[in-house]
């Protein structure tokens, strides 16, 4: 069966989640025998098609148009359902990004598809697409299958390694969008911080802050920490209700789900919504004061103590390190 | 202006959660049943636009028995009216959308406000896919909206940043933490609420095109340790990182 996979980029540049996405659609196209159609969208595609190569993409197609340089539901929209047509793929794959979440279910509903979102692992036997996700925020791990075809199907970021692939040779089509009138909900601007803060759900280690923290300005010890390990710094939602840090911070089950590498959850005591948003991690350290924080059960490695003092002594440490 | 609001009702984000028998559903018998937080934004987004902007808010929810709390509880902070589409049999996400679509097709609404998922299935499909099968535009997971004449402007949260979005009349928006701060339902609220109208609606079976195989609790984590007290304990930690974690 022929998959096609959307390869996500903004401003010109290849998004990791993109990647990730190629290489779980690759494996799903080995299991059904199929070709790996693969679809970039946007203006000059020329230099991100060349980063495709080497990730075993059969054939790469490009959809440009200048309405396409920003993203917009129904103009991307437009372009997979073009691609879905010329590629004649049955399966649909992309990354559960902030733009897949959106995209997924837009196309869905259009091809009338099965949609399972969010997947962490994905099979395909004797005909049968299954899928694992989680639910209830981490909570739970649903097994769902697709009863019917077409299917959409979201990989969650990070649970999918990006992996090189040799195939023969990767063939790029120009793909051409129709977009008279229908981009109705258009991107007016994109509002950043300076230097693009690294997002707590793209990178490989999270330094988390909780009411431990005491204030926010202690928060400035969990930033020279995250800096130190190249990371991001996430927060409990207690110091997010608390004003302390933005909500775009928040870990657990309001707030964003992450599996970085290390995790290391500072003044957390470890809150049932918290852990479920962090527990796939695959290293957790837990700093904290209370011996009895339900985090200690969670974490690997843990220090009883004041996270005020530990964390200058770790940051330090660490820096000699390098 | 003709508002609607779709919610659900879903587990505390406290409540620990127990697997059915047959492994396929969320034993709910003990577990504190609340309104999705994401859907209070929404409700409560709508309730300040019906403030400035005239009209009535309108709240949906799809489910059984239980989907008419998650109606009481929005029409006690202030909805004017609620209908309860009785869930469907074959229902998935495509159907629950379909339902949703179905009952609110033709009815006028300027705005549809929903929450940017439910956070039992964490889906957040129903939005999106609700908006395209009644052919109008949507922007999700949004942390700020202005509705000005026939247009919105609505900021939408992303990885990296805030993506600013225009467009038309009538839209669907879906609700992210920090679009608002929900009011709480006051107790003249509540009782208004119970003499507000809430319709039923049976909508038609569909055929899922989704089955869920079954439900498993997430592996368990095997024991950590704690390596010690305070500062002293930091040198061996960093060295379990690096040797035995190689994480550093």
Not at chain 1, 34 to 48: E, Q, R, V
Not at chain 1, 165 to 186: H, N, Q, Y
Not at chain 2, 2 to 24: C, F, Q, W, Y
Request: charged fraction near 25%; charge should be negative; hydrophobic fraction near 45%.
């Amino acid at each position: 069966m022929d998959i096609l996979v959307y390869i996500e980029s903004r401003g010109g540049k290849l998004r990791a989640a993109g990647l990730e996405a190629v290489s779980g659609a690759r494996k799903l196209a080995d299991l059904t025998g199929g070709k790996l159609n693969a679809l970039l969208i946007g203006t000059s595609l020329d230099a991100m098609a060349g980063e495709v190569e080497g990730y075993g993409v059969d054939r790469l197609l490009l959809a440009e148009h200048p309405d396409l340089e920003n993203y917009s539901p129904e103009g991307h929209r437009e372009a997979l359902l073009a691609a879905v047509q010329e590629s004649g793929a049955k399966l649909v794959v992309m990354s559960a990004s902030a733009l897949g979440r959106d995209l997924g279910p837009t196309v869905a509903a259009r091809l009338d598809a099965a949609f399972l979102p969010d997947c962490i692992s994905v099979e395909y036997v004797e005909g049968r697409l299954t899928v694992t996700r989680p639910v209830y925020a981490g909570r739970c791990i649903m097994t769902l299958a697709a009863t019917a075809w077409p299917a959409v199907v979201t990989l969650r970021p990070k649970a999918f390694l990006a992996a090189p692939r040799e195939v023969a040779a990767m063939e790029r089509l120009p793909l051409s969008v129709s977009l008279d009138g229908k981009i109705r909900a258009r991107m007016l601007e994109f509002l950043t911080e300076a230097g693009e803060k690294l997002d707590v759900t793209e990178a490989d280690t999270v330094v988390s802050g909780g009411r431990g923290m005491k204030g926010a300005e202690n928060f400035q010890l969990i930033e020279e920490l995250a800096e130190t390990l190249g990371g991001a710094v996430g927060a409990s939602r207690a110091v997010v209700d608390a004003e302390w840090r933005p909500h775009s911070e928040q870990v657990g089950q309001t707030g964003k789900l992450v599996s970085p590498t290390l995790y290391i959850a500072c003044g957390i005591s470890g809150a049932i919504q918290h852990l479920a948003g962090m527990r796939s991690s695959k290293v957790i350290v837990a700093v904290n004061k209370d011996p009895e924080a339900p985090i200690f059960k969670t974490a690997d490695y843990g220090i009883v103590g004041d996270a005020m003092e530990v964390l200058p002594a770790l940051t330090k440490a660490l820096k000699e390190l390098n | 202006m003709n508002i609607a609001v779709l919610v659900k009702l879903v587990p505390d984000t406290e409540a620990s959660l127990k697997i059915s028998g047959d492994r396929r559903y969320i034993d709910k018998s003990d577990v504190n049943l609340v309104l999705n937080p994401f859907d209070e934004y929404a409700v409560e987004e709508a309730l300040r636009l019906r403030e400035s902007h005239g009209g009535k808010v309108v709240v949906l929810s799809l489910g059984g028995d239980e989907a008419v709390k998650a109606l009481r509880n929005s029409l006690a902070m202030g909805a004017d009216e609620a209908i309860h589409l009785v869930t469907p049999t074959g229902l998935d996400i495509p159907g629950t959308a379909g339902a949703l679509a179905g009952a609110l097709r033709d009815k006028g609404f300027d705005l549809i406000l929903a929450g940017k998922q439910a956070v039992d299935d964490d889906c957040g499909a129903v939005g999106p896919m609700v908006a395209e099968m009644l052919d109008i535009p949507h922007i999700s997971t949004i942390v700020k909206l202005d509705v000005d004449g026939g247009e919105l402007t609505a900021h939408r949260e992303i990885e990296t940043g805030i993506e600013v979005f225009r467009t038309s009349l009538p839209a669907l928006v879906t609700a992210q933490k920090g679009l608002n701060e929900p009011r709480y339902a006051s107790l003249k609220g509540i009782m208004m609420a119970k003499k507000k109208p809430v319709t039923t609606i049976e909508p038609e079976a569909v055929t899922a095109r989704t089955e869920v195989v079954q439900l498993n609790y997430p592996p368990t984590r095997p024991p950590g340790k704690i390596v010690g007290e305070g500062v002293e304990a930091v040198p061996e930690l960093v060295r379990l990182l690096k040797e035995e974690a190689k994480v550093v």
